[in-house]
């Protein structure tokens, strides 16, 4: 009989955005005069810059003539984007090699299957509230996971405590779902944490972009020491649009190097790579192609337009919230707004009454952790309108009911 890994048992039901979505589509049907609007949502809505569809038809094209034909390419990725991502990397201070740059099909899959280095009984240490997948990923593994505490005391910004021993780090800066961001300083101290409990750390840098003020870190390799001791996952989704069309990176520096249990060395960097090479074949020529325009200064521009329409809602909705005293976090270098939920309702107890009484809709904060209670996650990936008119009916709400 074959045998399952029961450790999919202890995956939690992904019920979130499942519950969410089975709300509104009730409220739709039983309300149908009653337009709702999203500010649930996390991915984007601008379209793909002019200059990135141009790189994909011609790329496109090129597949159609046998002199230009692509066929398997390095599983790596191509070295014009892996260049174009090192430059891009040198642009913030990042100092990186090309063979520490692995192109995938996204960061989602990248933090996935990064576990696969790693052995059952490495302990892992997550924020809470979390980006679900490193949870999920890791409970698949059977790997056993500790929390720290993110929360309005620490600005959501949990650091590191010296007396908790981890193996596996994972920060996550802009956050998703607080949109707080680390400063410099601050990784610094999460780089010497980890340096010192012999770790590694894991940083999510998928809203990266959204950074506007330079002397915040974009990296993690802008750190002194995180070379010995991080790998950086990064997306094209949020900085270009690619949700739909997928390419990302992941930069695995080449002295993570830790011994075996009888003293061999083992290198990361090596790892990813066999890793890649035996069960991935590499992102498509045509994505890639794209990818590669994201990074030209017609691109680059192109991409800072876009996060800017988003940042312009982001300021939409903290106005609102600042109006009527509304705590919140992030939505200066990110595209989420974590806000308590005003009369300190519970937050499914917001969702429902935000739908029901404005139909605007958000995302519970307990769904991303314990400590997400009471907060409502609102993104800015709406158009100026939606997100305005939002705010005015949130604006009603609060007349009504928390005046
Ligand atoms: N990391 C974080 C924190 C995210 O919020 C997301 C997507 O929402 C991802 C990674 C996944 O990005 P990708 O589209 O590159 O798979």
Redesign the pocket.
């Known amino acids: 009989m074959a045998r399952l890994n029961e450790n999919y048992l202890n995956v939690k039901e992904s019920y979130l955005f499942v519950e969410i979505a089975n709300r509104v589509s009730k409220f739709e049907k039983e309300n149908p005069d009653k337009p709702v609007i999203r500010l649930g949502i ?2 984007v809505t601008r379209p793909l810059p002019p200059i990135v569809v141009k790189a994909m038809e011609e790329a496109s094209a090129d597949q159609g003539r046998a002199d230009t034909f692509h066929g398997y390419g390095p599983e790596q990725g191509y070295l014009f984007l892996r260049e174009a991502v090192q430059n891009y990397y040198k642009s913030f201070g990042a100092s990186i090699g090309t063979d520490e740059i692995f192109i ?8 996935g299957n990064i576990t696969d280095l790693f052995a059952q009984d490495n302990i892992v240490l997550v924020p809470d509230p979390v ?1 679900p ?1 490193y949870v999920d990923t890791n409970t698949m593994d059977g790997r056993k996971l500790i929390y720290m505490s993110g929360n309005a005391e620490n600005d959501f910004l949990p650091m590191p405590d010296p007396s908790v021993h981890a193996d596996i780090i994972y920060l ?1 800066s802009p ?3 607080t949109g707080a961001v680390y400063s410099k300083e601050q990784l610094k101290e999460w780089v010497d944490y980890a340096l010192a409990n012999n770790a590694i750390i894991l940083f ?1 840098s ?2 990266e972009s959204f950074i506007s003020d330079p002397s915040l870190p974009r990296s993690i390799f802008v750190v002194e020491g995180a070379r010995k001791c991080a790998i950086e ?6 900085t270009a649009g ?2 739909g069309t ?3 990176y992941t930069v695995v520096p080449k002295e993570l190097v830790f011994p075996a249990a009888d003293g061999t060395e083992m290198s990361v960097n090596k790892m990813w790579l066999r890793r890649q090479c035996t069960k991935f074949n590499g992102a498509s020529y045509i994505v890639q192609k794209g990818a590669e325009a994201v990074f030209t200064p017609e691109g680059l521009a192109a991409c800072h337009e876009n996060t800017e329409y988003y940042q312009e809602n982001a300021r939409i909705i903290a106005k609102t919230l600042d109006r009527y005293g509304i705590r919140y976090f992030g939505g200066t270098h990110s595209p989420y707004i974590w806000m308590e939920c005003p009369g300190h309702m519970a937050s499914w107890d917001f969702f429902d009454l935000l739908l029901n009484e404005v139909q605007v809709v958000g995302t519970p904060g307990e769904g991303f952790g314990e400590n997400g209670k009471g907060y409502f996650r609102l993104t800015s990936f709406n158009t100026h309108e939606n997100t305005q008119a939002a705010m005015d009916r949130l604006a009603s709400l609060m007349e009504k009911h928390f005046k």
């Open positions: 996390g991915d995938s099909d996204g960061a989602k899959s990248d933090t980006y997948v996550c956050n998703n779902p999510d998928a809203y996952f990064c997306s094209l989704s949020k690619f949700t997928r390419c990302g």
